[in-house]
């Protein structure tokens, strides 16, 4: 992977953004890549918008996405979607909960597991490398729910 890829994860706290994001830079760490990542919670305890950046590739500077450079937004929330995109790069993905067929989740609360599964078509890393960190993400009695919802997200439709 010669160049760097950058992905914002945003949503609301207890949403899953940091557990997505640290999914994300393991699978990424584990398939060679070099991976930084950086964080932004803000009263995430009471609901407050949280959002991370995951930038990999085979050399990363900083774990800062500048702005207006994000390859994808994953947005785990619809009402945040408006104040991340413009760390969107033009012609970058936006990832949203709408791909999902949210009745089809076995555990509403693997939705993001399953936007991970959506980002997952677009990258080069081997869906075993995710689901093995998904496994490992998760107590063991959550991996079934959470491989499922990686799988819903792999089918999304854009």
Do not use: C
Request: glycine fraction near 8%.
């Amino acid at each position: 992977m010669e160049k760097t890829v950058n992905v914002k994860i945003a949503g609301l706290g207890g949403q899953g953004v940091i557990r997505a994001s640290d999914i994300l830079a393991e699978t990424a760490f584990r398939a060679g890549l070099a991976v930084k990542k950086s964080e932004l919670h803000g009263m995430s305890q009471r609901g407050g918008s949280v959002s991370s950046d995951v930038r990999f590739g085979r050399e990363v500077l900083s774990p800062m996405i500048p702005a207006g450079e994000s390859d994808y937004l994953v947005v785990v929330s619809s009402d945040q979607v408006e104040n991340n995109l413009p760390s969107l790069k033009p012609g970058g993905v936006l990832i949203r909960p709408e791909m999902i067929d949210e009745n089809a989740l076995t555990n509403k609360k693997s939705l993001n597991v399953a936007l991970l599964g959506a980002l997952s078509t677009r990258l080069e890393l081997p869906e075993a490398l995710w689901l093995e960190t998904i496994r490992e993400a998760f107590k063991p009695e959550l991996f079934e729910a959470n491989a499922n919802a990686f799988r819903l997200g792999r089918s999304a439709k854009e």
